[in-house]
């Protein structure tokens, strides 16, 4: 069964650093989602993207985030200068067309920055 | 603002007792909703969904939910719970473009 893998598990990093999370989507799949979960909260739309673009963001997805395409597989998040709020699992999802078919989420990367 | 809320944070039943677990949106029109499950350590996993039609839909692993328009509800149940069932579920409601707006959860304990 086609599934949506992200690395890595678990990251761990100091405050101010930068972090890359990772993402493969299915393969035919268009269109591409992060949402986060800070412990105990809930889960949370970051960001779409389809055709090499955002296609919407929430108020979460301040200037400290951006994610990229590089190439044909996968799909990344990216967080500049992290703070400790930062702190969170990171879901990434992928769907064929936005919500009349279902998307299928990774595992998620547990984020810790100290 | 459109908001889902999943009112039981946490539900212990016993094994083969049957489960009910709640949800209610705010929108005023039909959004698309979801049931997610999420595992230890693992990631959501689609339960069912609900666009259009039958409001009674069949999910996987026995779990059916039923869409009731004049409560704003999309309950999940199951008549008979499984150790195996023990898990974090998120109902979900799609409204706009591409992005869920998601519950808080409901952590179901399973006991003997």
């Known amino acids: 069964e086609p599934e949506v893998t992200q690395t890595p598990s678990h990251q761990v990093t100091q405050m101010g650093q930068e972090v890359i999370l990772r993402c493969v989507p299915i393969s035919n799949h268009l269109y591409f989602y992060w949402y986060r979960q800070i412990l105990g909260q809930k889960v949370e739309f970051l960001v779409s993207?389809?055709?090499?673009?955002?296609?919407?963001k929430s108020e979460i997805f301040d200037d400290q985030f951006s994610v990229e395409r590089p190439d044909g597989s996968n799909f990344t998040l990216k967080i500049r200068s992290t703070k400790l709020e930062d702190s969170a699992m990171y879901f990434c999802?992928?769907?064929?067309?936005?919500?009349?078919?279902?998307?299928?989420f990774g595992q998620g990367t547990r984020l810790t920055v100290v | 603002a459109q908001s889902v809320t999943q009112p039981d944070i946490h539900i212990t039943v016993s094994e083969g007792a049957s489960l009910e677990l709640r949800c209610n949106y705010s929108?005023?029109?039909?959004?698309?909703l979801f049931w997610y499950v999420q595992s230890p350590g693992q990631g959501l996993q689609l339960l069912l969904k609900y666009f259009s039609g039958d409001t009674l839909v069949q999910g996987i692993k026995g779990f059916e939910a039923e869409f009731k328009r004049s409560q704003s509800s999309f309950n999940l149940r199951k008549p008979s719970v499984h150790w195996s069932d023990a898990a974090e579920y998120f109902c979900?409601?799609?409204?706009?473009?591409?992005?869920?707006?998601f519950g808080t959860g409901t952590s179901l304990t399973v006991i003997p």
């Open positions: 993207f389809y055709n090499n673009e955002i296609s919407e």
């Open positions: 929108y005023g029109a039909t959004p698309y």
């Open positions: 979900a409601v799609g409204i706009t473009g591409n992005q869920f707006y």
């Open positions: 999802a992928s769907s064929e067309v936005p919500l009349n078919t279902e998307a299928f």
